[in-house]
């Protein structure tokens, strides 16, 4: 029998045929909406938590904060309660009331700020005061262990080692950076394929940082190329996912498989794996989905 907690990782690829024309490349979508929390965020949070615990950086009686968009601290709230360990939240006010809701159920304290600039300023003064532990996804390297350990193994064990492609969203930088790491170890050719949003536009889970807010835990060496997604493009594109390839995901996912059906475009031959960052339910009350 599985505890919750080794649900997470191992999701599935599945191919998308409906949405490109080459047919001699392949893209495959990881559906990390699949994990137990609902988004790739699942495998940061339990390493975060798990190796923070091994070290034991988090003491009885401490309360952990962290400062997120959304899914991250869904994954953290969900896994915290597993521990037994108190959580506070801090989000942009603009993040979608489904988020609110489901880390609010399971038990974490949410604070609404302006942005998550505001939101990061917020958690790191609240840590300093020496009652909260800040697990800071922004600079923390078991964020990206994560994805080296499971995530960069799943996708070439599951395309054979046969992946030319791989295709992110960057947020924190987390996913690209323990995939790019563990992919690259085992073949140098594997093409690593960021994407962030065009100046202006707004999509959640890609960022295009401030210099200052940078995620420290990004190496730009890891990355061979990025593509600038706009707004209307990753809107559209997660809209022909659900209605086209059956796929209901959200606003960055639509962003990552832009980028991989240009890609595809541009190759003789190859298979392209891009991440599905999650399920398109945490987004019914925006505008997503609206026409």
């Known amino acids: ?10 999701t599935p690829l599945v191919e998308l045929k409906q949405l490109h024309q080459n047919k001699n ?13 609902g988004s790739v965020k699942d495998r940061a ?15 009885p009686g401490m309360k952990l904060i962290e400062a997120t968009s959304g899914n991250t601290g869904i994954a953290l709230a969900m896994i915290a309660r597993l521990y037994n360990i108190q959580i506070e939240l801090a989000m942009p006010s603009n993040s979608t009331r489904e988020r609110v809701l489901t880390m609010e159920a399971f038990g974490a304290t949410v604070t ?5 600039e505001e939101a990061r300023d ?35 064990r599951d395309t054979q080692g046969k992946i030319t492609h791989f295709v992110s969203s960057m947020g924190t930088t987390g996913t690209i950076m323990g995939t790019s790491m563990y992919l690259k170890e085992q073949n140098p050719n594997i093409q690593i394929v960021g994407c962030q949003p065009t100046e202006g536009s707004s999509i959640p889970g890609i960022r ?11 190496q ?12 209307q493009d990753a809107v559209s594109m997660t809209r022909k996912l659900a209605k086209v390839e059956g796929l209901f995901a959200g606003m960055s996912s639509g962003g990552a498989v832009t980028a991989s059906i240009r890609l595809a475009e541009e190759l003789q031959e190859g298979i392209i794996v ?7 339910d945490r987004y019914l009350s925006s505008n997503l989905f609206g026409e």
């Not at 295009?208 to 990004?218: F, L, S």
């Not at 730009?220 to 707004?231: A, G, Q, T």
């Open 1 to 10: 029998m599985s505890s919750l907690l080794d649900l997470v990782g191992n």
């Open 25 to 37: 490349v392949q893209i495959f979508g990881k559906l990390e909406g699949n994990n137990p929390g």
């Open 45 to 59: 949070a339990k390493n975060m938590i798990e190796s923070a615990l091994s070290r034991g950086d988090i003491q």
């Open 112 to 116: 609404l700020t302006k942005s998550i």
């Open 122 to 156: 917020y958690a790191i003064e609240k840590a300093a005061t020496g009652e909260y532990v800040l697990l800071n996804q922004f600079e923390n390297p078991d964020n990206y262990l994560a994805h080296y350990k499971t995530t960069g193994p799943e996708i070439f």
């Open 208 to 218: 295009r940082w401030p210099e200052a807010y940078r995620p420290k835990i990004y």
């Open 220 to 231: 730009p060496n890891r990355v061979d190329r990025i593509m600038d997604i706009s707004e």
């Open 274 to 280: 891009c991440i599905i960052c999650d399920r398109g």
